[in-house]
Every structure is written in structure tokens, then in C-alpha cells.
């Protein structure tokens, strides 16, 4: 089974203009299966290989004389000294499109690209399958509540892998072997422990010294897991939007899983009838909903700005979009009944806000879209 990627047309278009590009993202996301089918007259070579990373250790000379262009190097944060070689061979080349890199360390290939290789690189980033992908090949359920506990990884649709088989073995054999090898851990089950807390906050503000209390770890310790995790493309934070607005506007960042199918999995949900009734499915589907918007963003090169709003009294916004000065407002509802009610937050910021509101729309668990006075009721199923 092939699933045309979105993020396909920007690379082909990029290539063009850049000498090289770099390809990020989770492992098992389909980046090297994307840049093997995308770029089949380019040479492969992965530095996961030990003989090959040693190679590019040890004699880069020879290594680039080999590989002297049009070469995917997959992997490429493992040999963080290559970035400098890069840096000569591409300035004095000038040709564009001569080196695609890929790898599923975040903080290590930014920094070696940030380091050496700025404005000679045009990064992507490759999510699992975003709800587009799905569709334009039918493997979208239209129930909110199964694709939630599916996840989005292409091998629980390329091999027909059931999900829970998939994530335990996805967290043993990558997260925790990533993690390990950037963190000094001496006890897994902390870490663990801390991997479960952090999937029962889901779609909440981020409470450091909580979270470290509960785990039995320090604040410094929690700040460090949480960083390693957004580098490993496991979480993410949204930020407040407090622009304009006064002190008593929440200052905290909520917290979200790139992959719903991973969230349920670390809580353990391995059937529908345990999310239907349970109090977590509004954060589980509204967890989904932003990861979505995130995953949409980056396939298709966006450089939208992405933030909630909530100030002390709890008014809340759950996702505001910014476009350059114009804004976007989403309200996310796990719920099929549509209700006057469910506007009334998006009413609120617009007369706060003093900042021009493109749209407001109301997202929610039902598969109708609606036109209603000044808000778009959106479908998850269109999203």
C-alpha cells in the first residue's frame, strides 16, 4: 500500500532552491520509505549502520569523495561533524538539491543544521499520516473514537498491525532506546512512570513541579524528560496566546501527544467502550484535533502560528491559528449535539481580543458541516 504524502509537492518544489533539504520526525513516521520513493536516482545511505557511521567518523574525506552528491544520508545526527564537511562541499558546489538529510532526533539535527549549515537548508518535518493522507485512500474510519485508538503510524496500516502490538513494542524498541541513549536514566521505571503521568494530562496545562512531585523526581528532571520528549517528536507544548491581554492570562503551556493511537496506549484504552463514558474524552479528542492541526501545518509547509487561550476566570479558546495579524479560532468538543452554549467562548475572546478575526469555527465529534451565524461548525472527519 502506497499513501501519497502531502508534504511531497514543497520538497519537489524546494529542491530546486536549495543545495540541501533536511527531513525530520518520529521514527517510524515513513521518512526513509518518502525519500526512497520520492528521490529513486539518489544513493541511500544510513549512518544507523555501524560500518557506515564509522566510515564518516573516521575518514569524512573519503566518505564525501564517495558520496559526493545527490546522496540521502538518513540518520545524519549520528555523525554531528559531517554538518561542517557539508557546509565546504555545498558552497563550493553550488549545486541545488546535492545532499537530503533525514533523521528522527530533533534537538541534534537542528543543532547541526542551525550550527553549520543555515540558509543552505530547507527543512520538513514528516508526521505519521495526517486525516488527508487517510482519506484519499478510504483508511479514514469515520468514527472519531476507533481512528483515535488506531493512531497514525503507517505500519499499523501497511502491515495491518494491531495498535496496542504496535505501541508497546514501539515504545520498547525507540522511545525508550532514544531517550536512553540523550538522558543518564538509571531507573526506566521512573521514566515510565513519568511517560504515563504525562499521557494523563493530555490536553491540560502543564504543571512542572506537579508532574515532578507525583513522579518522584525533581522539577530540573522533569523540565529535562519533557525537553527530550518534544525532541523525539513524542509530545508537544502549545502555547498561550497573550497578546494584548492583561496579568490575568494563563502563562502556561498545555501539553499534547503527537499520536492519539501512543496516548491510548500509555492509558492503556485499548477499546471503544472505555473512552465513550469516561471523563478524558473531551482531552483525548481534543488532543487529537491539535495534533492534527500541527501535523497539517508541517506536511504542507505552513508558517501559521499555533496557541490557545484561557485567562484565570476559565474562559478558554482551544486553538487559535495565526496567519501574519489575522486570526483563526477553534473551539474543540467531543460531543455530536450541536447547542448555542458551545459558541459562547469564541463570543467572549472575539470582544476581548482587539486583533482581526478571520473565522471562527467549532469543531466537533459529529460528521455534518453547518453554517451558523458567524461560526463554521467543521466535522473532525473534514478538519
Known sequence: ???????????????????????????QSGKTTLLKELFPNYTYVSLENPDIRAFAQNDPNAFFKQYDKYCIIDEAQRVPEIFSYLQTIVDDSKIMGQYILSGSQNFHLIKG???SLAGRVALFKLFPFDFNELKSENLLSNDYIKAMIKGFYPAIFDRNIPPHTFYSNYLQTY?????????????????????????SRAGQLLNLNALANECGITQPTAKAWISVLESSYIVFLLQPYHKNFDKRVIKSPKLYFYDTGL???????????QIKFQSHKGHLFENMIVAETVKQKYHTNALNDLWFFRDAAGHEVDLIVQ??????????KATQTISQDLFKELSYFENLSKEKIEVKK????????????????LSWYNL
Not at 184 to 199: E, K, P, Q, V, W
Not at 323 to 332: A, M, P, Q
Not at 362 to 377: C, H, P, S, W
Open 1 to 27: 500500500m502506497s499513501v501519497k504524502r502531502e508534504i511531497v509537492n514543497e520538497m519537489i518544489f524546494l529542491k530546486d532552491k536549495y543545495p540541501i533539504l533536511a527531513l525530520t520526525g518520529p521514527r
Open 113 to 115: 543544521i542551525t550550527q
Open 175 to 199: 522511545v525508550e532506546r532514544d531517550i536512553t541513549e540523550v538522558l543518564n536514566i538509571r531507573d526506566l521505571r521512573t521514566f515510565r512512570t513519568f511517560l504515563s503521568l504525562c499521557a
Open 263 to 273: 496516548l491510548c496506549s500509555l492509558l492503556k484504552i485499548k477499546e471503544e467502550n
Open 323 to 332: 496567519k501574519d495579524d489575522v486570526l483563526e479560532l477553534n473551539e474543540i
Open 362 to 377: 467549532l469543531i466537533y465529534a459529529g460528521n455534518d458541516n453547518q453554517k451558523r451565524t458567524g461560526v463554521d461548525v
